[in-house]
């Protein structure tokens, strides 16, 4: 298993050039260099990955479950045997810090195979007696043919937490990962043929949304669409999908609030706080961007998340000791500089961050910001309301538990939420009462793989995660059966 120059695409089980036999360049955020070429995969190029998938599909679903959980334990063991590259690759494909991908990215993408491996084994369904006039039994069948597509900010680690349920419940699958980060998933496809996955159960098409993706969303015999990306792309999936009746899920983009109480644990605060604010340049869909601190601890939080801020190591992805790596692209980067811009015009202070840092010789042209804290915005402005995604975070005071509550749910998102305070009772409230789909006490990503996981309002449709992956991978058919005797 290696990276290639040329990236291939993963059909019926052997690695192929796109139909077009046209390539897009693939660049390393770090250094702005073109490094590799991804397929510019089309409608041919899906076609067939649903032909392969259509021939594995009867054998596969008729596989019994703990034979398709022992071939996913196999990847699992191979990403596992080949992490330290598998976490090289990521950092030079993403731009993430090589610790990061080597802790958080890749042991996940392997916990994602073997959790789905076992879940399945577990995993049943319903059935009850009405009254003693007939009985009726749920038959949970795998959809047949489903599309995956994720994005590029957890690469690995979100195409496989698709990827592995999907499998598992018994379809054959036709995935696309992000463009922009595509040379993990081409790693994860010759692991697949390694470990003996039967042809055309994965296929993996390269390519562009508007064209490789919208290619999987049309196709008429791909029946369920597991999406994870920005609400404007989730919009325009629906509006094409929702009339071929096809089984949607949705995860989307967020821009959530982190609420900080007077009376919580100072110092656990502040240490998740750093993290939830710039964890993977703040390009993760749950980090907490809109910082909202009750005033009696306003200018103590102030003044140490500052402090802590200016002490974040940015730099080359590669080296060890980075803490914040690269932007993952220009126009990414471009779009993140806008926004700061913005934050000036709409009021913000900036109180540290804010510019493009000089890193090292390797890395002059590669795409940076320092870590970023605004204060003095309007609760209800852009900058708080849309998702930048970057290392970029706004800092409010509050003074009562309403206001606070009231400035939270001021955004079209509804994706995850963090609450900071040691009072059972006003967590109990806060989390009540916040449109999220996941909220932490306490604590910020600690992800147990058995909960729902999804958002409200503008952050999705449905959730993943445990047994509603299996039941959104599956279709239900409930069977009745008379017991009356004539
Ligand atoms: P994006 O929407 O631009 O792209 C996501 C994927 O969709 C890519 O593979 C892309 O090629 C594909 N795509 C684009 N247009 C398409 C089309 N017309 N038809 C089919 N596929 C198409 O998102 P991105 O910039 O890659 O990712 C960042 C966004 O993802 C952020 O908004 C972030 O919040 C969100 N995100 C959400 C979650 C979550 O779980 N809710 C997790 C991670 C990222």
Request: proline share 5%; hydrophobic share 40%; with cysteine.
């Amino acid at each position: 298993m290696k990276r290639e120059k040329y990236i291939k695409n993963m059909i019926g089980g052997v690695l192929t050039d796109p139909a077009s036999n046209q390539y897009l360049d693939n660049i390393n955020p770090a250094t702005g260099e073109v490094y590799s070429f991804i397929p510019d995969s089309d409608k041919n190029d899906v076609a067939s990955a649903v032909k392969a998938a259509q021939k594995a599909l009867p054998d596969w679903m008729n596989t019994p479950a703990d034979l398709r959980g022992k071939i996913m334990e196999r990847v699992a063991d191979l990403i596992n045997q080949n992490l330290a590259y598998f976490a090289e690759s990521e950092s030079i494909d993403n731009g993430k810090s090589i610790e990061l991908a080597r802790s958080v990215d890749i042991p996940r993408a392997v916990q994602n195979f073997r959790f789905f491996a076992s879940a399945i084994r577990s995993f049943s369904s319903e059935a009850h007696m009405m009254e003693n006039r007939a009985v009726n039994y749920t038959v949970r069948q795998p959809i047949g043919i489903v599309g995956c597509i994720s994005p590029w900010n957890l690469p690995l680690y979100l195409f496989t937490w698709k990827i592995s349920p999907a499998i598992a419940a018994g379809n054959c699958v036709v995935a696309k990962p992000s463009e922009i980060t595509p040379m993990t998933a081409f790693l994860l496809s010759q692991i697949c043929i390694e470990a003996g996955m039967p042809p055309g159960v994965l296929n993996i098409v390269h390519g562009l949304g508007s064209k490789a993706g919208e290619a999987i969303v049309t196709h008429p015999d791909i029946k369920a669409i597991s999406f994870t990306g920005g609400t404007a792309t989730g919009k325009h999936i629906a509006a094409t999908a929702a009339p071929m009746f096809k089984k949607l899920s949705l995860e989307l983009g967020g821009k959530n609030p982190n609420i900080i109480f007077a009376d919580c644990d100072f110092d656990k605060m502040m240490t998740t706080s750093i993290r939830s604010s710039f964890s993977n340049q703040g390009q993760i869909c749950l980090c907490g961007s809109r910082i909202f601190i009750e005033k009696p601890i306003y200018e103590r939080f102030k003044k140490e998340f500052i402090e802590k801020v200016r002490l974040i190591k940015v730099g080359d992805p590669a080296s060890e000791n980075t803490q914040l790596g690269a932007i993952v692209s220009k126009q990414h980067r471009d779009k993140i500089i806008d926004y700061i811009k913005l934050a000036k015009k709409e009021g913000g202070k900036i109180l540290c961050g804010g510019h493009i840092p000089e890193i090292n010789k390797r890395c002059e042209k590669g795409y940076f910001i320092e870590p970023t804290v605004i204060e003095g915005l309007p609760y209800s402005c852009r900058v708080n309301t849309e998702e930048i995604f970057g290392p970029v975070v706004s800092i409010t005071p509050f003074d009562t538990e309403e206001e606070v509550i009231r400035m939270a749910n001021a955004t079209d998102y509804g994706l995850a939420c963090s609450i900071w305070t040691e009072s059972l009772t006003r967590a109990h409230h806060t989390a009540a009462r916040i449109q999220a789909g996941i909220v932490w006490v306490n604590c910020w990503m600690l992800r147990d793989l058995r909960t729902p996981f999804g958002g409200m309002k503008n952050s999705g449709m449905g959730r993943e995660g445990g047994f509603e992956a299996f039941r959104f991978f599956t279709e239900a058919k409930n069977v009745c059966i008379n017991l009356e005797k004539s």
